[in-house]
């Protein structure tokens, strides 16, 4: 399993940007499929963003499809997530998580980073 930290989390006015970042330790990051998950007061964890292990591939959930871009850095070992047009409903906790792509789970998950929009 991989270590995982986030950073770049915190306040923005609503329409805003912030990109977060999510620091994997080990050398095998290049073999893991990376996510964003995030969680607001009082709701489930719910999935944001997710790209393959080569990059080639991404999807999202339809609330952030045209707002919210997840890329990656294999030689960083680090997944990003870029969020633009920020609305105050995309605040929460944001979590990064991995698995292989042959898992149906994903395993390992960072501390979270919290991401706050005033309107």
């Known amino acids: 399993q991989v270590q995982l930290v986030e950073f770049g989390g915190g306040l923005v006015q609503a329409g805003g940007s912030l990109s977060l970042s999510c620091a994997a330790s080990g050398r095998t990051f290049s073999l893991y499929n990376m996510a964003w998950f995030r969680q607001a007061p009082g709701k489930e964890r719910e999935f944001v963003a997710a790209i393959s292990w080569s990059g080639g591939t991404t999807s999202y959930v339809d609330s952030v499809k045209g707002r919210f871009t997840i890329s990656r850095d294999n030689a960083k070992n680090t997944v990003y997530l870029q969020m633009n047009s920020l609305k105050p409903e995309d605040t929460a906790v944001y979590y990064c998580?991995?698995?292989?792509?042959?898992?149906?789970?994903?395993?390992?998950w960072g501390q979270g980073t919290q991401v706050t929009v005033s309107s």
């Open positions: 998580t991995s698995k292989y792509p042959a898992d149906s789970r994903w395993s390992s």
